[in-house]
């Protein structure tokens, strides 16, 4: 294959550098906007270097800070919801991709039409059975609501993964004593580790962005975040600057996961794609 010449590289960059200000165009102008002065909100044209003002995070993180304890729901909340999903996505995956059953076509693809279905049609349903055992407005109600998405999302995933584990290793674990727990915990889950934490994390934000049930199923004492910038769409106008702030530090969670655990991001997507 013949190597770019200088104008198509020129122009391959420049079309890069395009669909880059599309995407992040709009993300660099709310990032910008948290730290304006209010009173600098709506100045035409917007001013690029400015005075950077701590008053909107002040506002809405610290006085009087309405949205910080709605940070840490929203961290109970999708923790929560990651944590309980994962056990019941981690058997389900190793049943479908280990043993033969009829039907397994049709769950994996009833798993799908969950994630599918519009989240709306959940949300009545959940609203009358958390108010009929007196969950209304709590964290497990949402924690628990949320498998209905989690689950599903998980299992997809994990069962691709357990599928790369060769079954051969279990054969001789139990050749040598092992029974198929012990063979699932010591040779499964280390194994498909990558995977496991690739899914926990899309679990994670997952859960942390979702708004529709904790906008019905939440209080105000568990409201979460992402709910909570809902609040400055008043009557009266909207709160750019409130709404900015809260939206930059709603996107700094998933950020630091995936800043942190980015490794295994490229480990579990090329999981036994390179086989002996």
């Given at each position: 294959?013949?190597?770019?010449?200088?104008?198509?590289?020129?122009?391959?960059?420049?079309?890069?550098?395009?669909?880059?200000i599309f995407?992040?165009?709009?993300?660099?102008?709310?990032?910008?906007?948290?730290?304006?002065?209010?009173?600098?909100?709506?100045?035409?044209?917007?001013?690029?270097?400015?005075?950077?003002?701590?008053g909107?995070?002040?506002?809405?993180?610290?006085?009087p800070?309405?949205?910080?304890?709605?940070?840490?729901?929203?961290?109970?909340?999708?923790?929560?919801?990651?944590?309980?999903?994962?056990?019941?996505?981690?058997?389900?995956?190793?049943?479908?991709?280990?043993?033969?059953?009829?039907?397994?076509?049709?769950?994996?693809?009833w798993?799908?039409?969950?994630?599918?279905?519009?989240?709306?049609?959940?949300?009545?349903?959940?609203?009358?059975?958390?108010?009929?055992?007196?969950?209304?407005?709590?964290?497990?109600a949402?924690?628990?609501?949320?498998?209905?998405?989690a689950?599903?999302?998980?299992?997809w995933?994990l069962?691709?993964?357990?599928?790369?584990?060769?079954?051969?290793?279990?054969?001789a674990?139990?050749?040598?004593?092992?029974?198929?727990?012990?063979?699932?915990?010591?040779?499964?889950?280390?194994?498909?580790?990558?995977?496991?934490?690739?899914?926990?994390?899309f679990?994670?934000?997952?859960?942390?962005?979702n708004?529709?049930?904790?906008?019905?199923?939440?209080?105000q004492?568990?409201?979460?975040?992402?709910?909570?910038?809902?609040?400055?769409?008043?009557?009266?106008?909207?709160?750019w600057g409130?709404?900015?702030?809260?939206?930059?530090?709603?996107?700094?969670p998933?950020?630091?996961?995936?800043?942190?655990?980015?490794?295994y991001?490229?480990?579990?997507?090329?999981?036994?794609?390179v086989?002996?």
């Open positions: 294959m013949r190597a770019p010449t200088t104008r198509q590289k020129i122009i391959i960059y420049a079309l890069m550098a395009l669909v880059m995407f992040v165009g709009p993300i660099l102008w709310f990032i910008l906007l948290a730290f304006r002065h209010p009173s600098d909100a709506y100045n035409l044209p917007p001013e690029i270097i400015f005075q950077p003002d701590l909107n995070f002040i506002t809405t993180f610290v006085e800070g309405n949205n910080a304890i709605q940070l840490v729901n929203s961290l109970i909340v999708s923790t929560g919801a990651t944590l309980l999903s994962l056990p019941f996505a981690l058997a389900a995956a190793y049943a479908l991709s280990r043993f033969a059953m009829r039907g397994k076509e049709f769950i994996m693809n798993y799908i039409s969950l994630l599918i279905a519009p989240p709306i049609v959940f949300v009545i349903p959940y609203f009358i059975l958390m108010s009929w055992i007196g969950w209304a407005g709590s964290y497990q949402m924690i628990l609501t949320l498998q209905t998405l689950i599903p999302f998980s299992v995933l069962k691709s993964f357990m599928d790369e584990v060769p079954i051969d290793l279990e054969e674990a139990w050749v040598d004593g092992a029974n198929r727990f012990a063979a699932f915990f010591r040779i499964i889950i280390p194994l498909a580790l990558p995977g496991i934490i690739v899914t926990s994390m679990t994670f934000v997952f859960s942390w962005n708004v529709l049930f904790p906008l019905v199923l939440s209080k004492s568990t409201t979460t975040l992402p709910v909570g910038t809902i609040s400055f769409f008043a009557s009266t106008g909207i709160y409130y709404l900015a702030s809260t939206a930059v530090v709603a996107m700094l998933p950020m630091i996961i995936f800043l942190l655990l980015g490794r991001v490229v480990r579990g997507l090329t999981f036994g794609a086989k002996g």
